[in-house]
């Protein structure tokens, strides 16, 4: 997701800019906004600083003088997004929804992987195998690890209690991932888009139960 908005941000930046100063007529706004998108380009395009808070802070601050509502400009940027953004992040939330669909006791966590992947490979992209869903409980990360891959039938058997952080992380290129120096960001090997869509679930005897609610995508999902 990360990369999905960064790539669309430097891409179609003075658009969206102008957008921006033209409904706050500020043009303190344009001038910390294009600022901010130089800022991005000379850090070489790293996703991470997409949101280092310094850095937005004076566009922030402009909103906020203006009693625009920040949250509410999320809507609208959906509208820069290229169609290839667009379709990568509905086939990652319509796996996610097909992850959740097969979580009901007495199928294997391979059912989930198997689930995620075959509608990635259907519409020609890849699932990451470096990152995976897990186990969530009193700890945020347990076992068992929950892969976005993987043949139906194999893994752990899934029980009432469990609960489990289902996230599909799906690439339009290949597969591969790497780390950057921060440690923290994510990007593919081959700078192609990707996606991610997460939802916390509890197997019950009746199927899965959608515990993180609210949620954007959440009201899509049919509890059980």
Known sequence: ??????????????RLADWIAKRAEDLLIRRHAESAAAEWQRAGAQPSRLWNHELLAPVYDAL????????????PLRSFLRPEA?????VTQESLMLAIETAYPGK???????????HAARHGYTVVRELSGHGI????HEDPQVPNYGPPGKRERLQPGMCLALEPMVN??????????DKWTVVTE????????????????????????PYPFAQSVRHA
């Open 1 to 14: 997701m990360v990369e999905v908005a960064h790539e669309a941000l430097l891409r179609e930046w003075p």
């Open 64 to 75: 906020n003088r203006l009693g625009v509502d920040r949250t509410k400009l999320a809507e």
């Open 86 to 90: 667009e379709r990568l992040m509905k």
């Open 108 to 118: 294997r966590l391979g059912d989930i992987g198997h689930a995620v992947e075959s």
């Open 137 to 140: 409980g009193r700890k945020l």
């Open 172 to 181: 339009a290129g290949r597969a591969a991932t790497r780390t950057l120096d």
């Open 190 to 213: 081959d700078k192609s888009l990707s996606a991610h869509y997460e939802l916390t679930i509890a197997v019950t005897e009746h199927g899965p139960w959608v515990l993180s609610e």
